[in-house]
T-cell receptor, first 109, second 113 residues
């Protein structure tokens, strides 16, 4: 059975801290890995990763994929209160996209 | 450009009632999917479609039907609602399969009494 596991499930840090969110997967036919941020409503896209070792970066957020060890990390540096959200990892398997349970991140001012 | 539009935003049903959640996209996307989101469970795939006339089951299809008669619309039907189907439902679309990031609708919050 295909599965995507995120850790930690929740995290509380102070503004300015750096956080690392983890996503591991066991799937039959990997195509890509995606990260989303979900605040109050719909998830919004952050990154799509298909190749190992190539870092994707957007401002203070970055992500990298390791296809040998079957995991990805999402880093957020110099966190701000606006980074508080649920971060979702998803893996594209054949025609399906399987999500993990998410990491709930709370940034204290 | 409206993106992905879901209706209704909120709905309360009684056990045994039927209803259809509507999803429409105006981006000419081939791939559409339905998810449900429960507390602590992330998003679970219910059904998906890779193009008009083609649908398939996801992780949690029981109790739900879908059809895809046009590229734009992908309705989700609950034939006989059960309290276990109380959830937030998201529709998503992308240009082809999942290779492009999915665009999500704003969700439908459904309560079954």
């Amino acid at each position: 059975e295909d599965k995507v596991v995120q850790s930690p499930l929740s995290l509380v840090v102070h503004e300015g801290d750096t956080v690392t969110l983890n996503c591991s997967y066991e799937v039959t036919n990997f195509r890509s890995l995606l990260w989303y941020k979900q605040e109050k409503k719909a998830p919004t896209f952050l990154f799509m990763l298909t190749s190992s070792g190539i870092e994707k970066k957007s401002g203070r957020l970055s992500s990298i994929l390791d296809k040998k060890e079957l995991f990805s990390i999402l880093n957020i540096t110099a966190t701000q209160t606006g980074d508080s959200a649920v971060y979702l990892c998803a893996v594209e398997v054949d025609d399906k996209i399987i999500f993990g349970k998410g990491t709930r991140l709370h940034i204290l001012p | 450009n409206a993106g992905v539009t879901q209706t209704p935003k909120f709905q309360v049903l009684k056990t045994g009632q039927s209803m259809t959640l509507q999803c429409a996209q105006d981006m000419n996307h081939e791939y559409m999917s339905w998810y449900r989101q429960d507390p602590g469970m992330g998003l679970r795939l219910i059904h998906y479609s890779v193009g008009a006339g083609i649908t398939d089951q996801g992780e949690v299809p029981n109790g739900y039907n879908v059809s895809r008669s046009t590229t734009e619309d992908f309705p989700l039907r609950l034939l006989s609602a059960a309290p276990s189907q109380t959830s937030v439902y998201f529709c998503a679309s992308s240009y082809s399969r999942g290779r492009k990031p999915q665009h999500f609708g704003d969700g439908t919050r459904l309560s079954i009494l």
